[in-house]
């Protein structure tokens, strides 16, 4: 479900917005009823609209929630809670079968009510303000009910749409657990990588110096790709987006790693030092152009 607060900001419903909408809560709860008694004449003129009212207690629960909603309009708290009113209004309606046509209908009807009596019954000088203020939460209200005629839409169109969006929502929980299990073993593997320069640095004490630090170097370079790597990981499981330079960088890393190792090999060896050598310029290179791309995106 949505956040209210991420749609109040979309249609720029401020704080004196708000201010606006509760300034005029006491005049428009005189006017509730006359709101519902003449939306249900509307609703009542049309013949294609009409048939929602087989009897009446139909009508007479209708202008029931059609005051309750009124009140709420202009009560200030927009909420959460708010939201999911305003959707179940929405989901009733879809189950009923009204067609959305005739809810902008009756929100239009709503909506020029509500400004006539601004302007018969409130004096303030800024009437436009309030008016405008009005015509953002409507909007809101409109939008917030109808959502549920989107998602019928997509049933429509889209047959398999229930085995779609169970589909869909397996294949993310699947994915967030692979992404844990991933996270798990980069762990584990960083355990290992400590456990590798405790050996790679035990050498200086064994007589072998330069050997021991080249090779505690290279460790601990593993050890900064497996940093990086679980911090971009734990990003995405919040939310951010991979970094590829992150991968790019631990085959870097490894054959800088082989390189200084190598070092210590026989003669023969040479060819692979420079093997080595040549991957790691063009890995540099793509390591660069990667950074320089993900920077400016």
């Not at 708000?18 to 006491?26: D, R, T, V, W, Y």
């Not at 790693?257 to 063009?282: A, D, K, N, P, W």
Request: glycine share 6%; with cysteine.
């Amino acid at each position: 479900m949505d956040d209210m607060q991420n749609i109040l900001k979309s249609y720029k419903i401020n704080v004196e917005d708000i201010k606006n909408l509760k300034s005029i809560a006491p005049v428009m709860e005189q006017y509730k009823e006359s709101l519902a008694d003449g939306l249900v004449e509307f609703i009542l003129s049309r013949e294609e609209t009409a048939k929602y009212f087989h009897n009446k207690d139909i009508k007479e629960s209708h202008k029931k929630y059609a005051q309750e909603w009124f009140i709420k309009l202009f009560s200030g708290q927009y909420n959460n809670k708010y939201l999911h009113y305003l959707q179940k209004i929405g989901n009733r309606h879809v189950k009923e079968g009204v067609k959305v046509h005739y809810i902008h209908c009756a929100m239009n009807f709503i909506r020029t009510f509500t400004i006539n009596t601004i302007e018969n019954e409130i004096e303030d000088d800024d009437i436009a303000g309030i008016i405008t203020s009005v015509n953002k939460m409507i909007d809101l209200n409109l939008d917030s009910i109808t959502s549920f005629y989107r998602e019928e839409e997509l049933r429509t169109v889209f047959v398999s749409y229930r085995f779609e969006g169970f589909l869909i929502e397996f294949a993310k929980r699947f994915t967030y657990g692979l992404n844990l299990i991933l996270v798990i073993a980069l762990i584990f593997i960083s355990f290992l990588v400590i456990g590798q320069f405790v050996l790679d640095f035990g050498h200086i004490f064994e007589g072998n110096v330069s050997e021991g630090v080249i090779s505690a170097i290279g460790s601990l370079l593993i050890l900064w790709v497996m940093i990086e790597l679980l911090d971009t990981e734990i990003k995405h499981l919040r939310g951010g987006e991979f970094e590829i330079k992150v991968f790019v960088g631990v085959a870097l890393v490894a054959f800088i790693r082989e390189l200084l190792i190598s070092s210590f090999q026989e003669i023969e060896g040479v060819g692979r030092q420079y093997f080595f050598t040549i991957s790691i310029f063009i890995l540099g290179v793509i390591y660069w152009l990667i950074a320089r791309i993900e920077k400016r995106d």
